[in-house]
């Protein structure tokens, strides 16, 4: 009797794999970011491999530093575009297509069942399609442009099940940072989390990724939503191949379960510099602000310019703005829904689809004590900028804390 995990292994790897057993998995497919993928390609060139093992199966988007910040920048994503020529990887999306884990999904590579690795540690979005979806670092990625394959210990799984209904304003994200509160940031390591429950059941695909791509921030290996008709229809004219759903059985071991009631719950907050550090709102409104920041693969969808749009429209913000859509389509579609001019008249500025300023890289970097509210994942010391305080919360939150320049429950504007 198996978890979905095991059962994704057990295909992957021809053979009955179940929790804590080392395997070697067949990828359905790879993914590094301009950001990975030029160490990826070292360690690939020192392997003195000529081809890699099937371009099809490669994806490589740029989008951390896109477009490129400096002449380094600019010289290493020039060895990449010649790389990805020479080996013939047709699935290049260069700068403004979008962030990886946005950009793989839409393409129709995000399937159930399937085995999908990324050189980054939020390729567990992936799990938002019922895939087990897994970061790793760019030497194993660079196993995997060579042969397809790669070692894994099949991980134990953690069941967590979200019941009741998520108030008006109150978002996926909310709900994410609730469970992460509970779980902690290491509640998990290792673990497989399946997500059950109405309250997941009745998320969209966007706030199945918000979830998906936060259990790395518990730690865990891999964060799966059982797919269902919510996941189907999305695939429908976009699955790059065919796709066998998986479901754990009934009797399978879970080495933990947690329950989570999402009946008023209130929007909630990861405060500094901890992502587990997580109040609601009410417990750190009124907090200054000196920037505000709404998208990233967790928060730049369709759904989340949606949310801020509703609370922004109208009216004017009280500090400085970032919002990027997580990808071009988005950005389209945000400008086709007049998303974007209730921005640019609300004050916000708009950047290229892609990381921006998540990881501190460019485009928002924070000063010395500065303090961003933001719809990232990750609010560490230092991550976007030295000596910078970062809340991370969801984007109706975001928004409405923009507008009046401290931290804001987004019932109350
Ligand atoms: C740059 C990359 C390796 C990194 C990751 O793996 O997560 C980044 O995307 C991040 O969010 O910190
Ligand atoms: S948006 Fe942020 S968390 Fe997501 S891949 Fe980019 S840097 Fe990492």
Redesign the pocket.
């Known amino acids: 009797m198996s978890t979905i995990s095991e059962k994704i292994f057990s295909r992957a790897a021809g053979k009955e794999a179940k929790a804590n057993d080392f395997v070697i998995a067949d990828i359905d497919y790879a993914m590094a970011?301009d950001?990975?993928s030029i160490l990826a390609v070292r360690s690939f060139r020192q392997m003195e491999v000529e081809k890699v093992w099937d371009p099809s199966r490669i994806v490589i988007p740029f989008d951390?530093l896109a477009p490129a910040n400096s002449d380094t920048t600019a010289g290493l994503q020039k060895d990449i575009r010649g790389w990805v020529r020479q080996q013939g990887i047709r699935n290049f999306y260069d700068i403004g297509n979008g962030i990886c884990h946005q950009v793989l999904p839409e393409k129709g590579f995000a399937m159930p069942g399937k085995l999908i690795v990324g050189?980054?540690?939020?390729s567990c979005t992936y799990g938002a399609f019922g895939a087990f979806g897994t970061?790793v670092g760019a030497t194993d990625m660079a196993e995997i442009f060579a042969s397809g394959k790669l070692w894994f210990r099949v991980p134990e799984s953690i069941r967590i099940t979200a019941e009741g209904k998520l108030d008006d304003r109150v978002c996926a994200k909310d709900l994410t940072l609730k469970i992460i509160g509970e779980v902690t940031a290491s509640g998990a390591t290792y673990k497989a989390v399946e997500f059950y429950g109405d309250a997941i059941e009745n998320l969209s695909m966007a706030g199945r990724m918000t979830l998906s791509n936060m259990a790395i921030e518990m730690g865990a290996k891999a964060g799966i939503v059982p797919p269902d008709a919510t996941t189907f229809e999305y695939l429908k004219n976009r699955a790059v191949s065919d796709y066998e759903p998986v479901y754990s059985d009934g009797d399978a071991d879970y080495v933990a379960e947690y329950h989570i009631d999402v009946n008023s719950l209130e929007p909630q907050v990861a405060c500094p510099h901890e992502v587990d550090n997580v109040c609601g709102v009410s417990g750190i409104a009124g907090k200054k602000l000196d920037q505000a920041f709404i998208g990233t693969c967790t928060n730049g969808r369709l759904e989340d310019l949606e949310a801020a749009a509703e609370v922004l429209k109208g009216n004017e913000v009280a500090v400085r703005t970032i919002i990027i859509p997580a990808s071009r389509q988005i950005m389209k579609e945000a400008a086709s829904k007049g998303l974007i001019e209730i921005f640019l008249d609300a004050g916000a500025t708009m950047g290229t689809p892609g990381?921006g300023p998540?990881?501190g890289g460019h485009m928002g970097v924070i000063g010395e004590g500065e303090v961003c509210i933001s719809t990232a994942?990750?609010n560490f010391r230092g991550r976007m900028g030295t000596g910078g305080y970062i809340y991370l919360a969801s984007p109706a939150t975001v928004a409405a804390s923009a507008i009046k320049g401290e931290i804001t429950d987004p019932r109350n504007v």
Do not use: E, I, K, P
């Not at 050189?119 to 939020?122: C, F, G, K, P, R």
């Open positions: 970011h950001g990975t951390h050189a980054d540690s939020h970061g990381c998540c990881l994942n990750r």
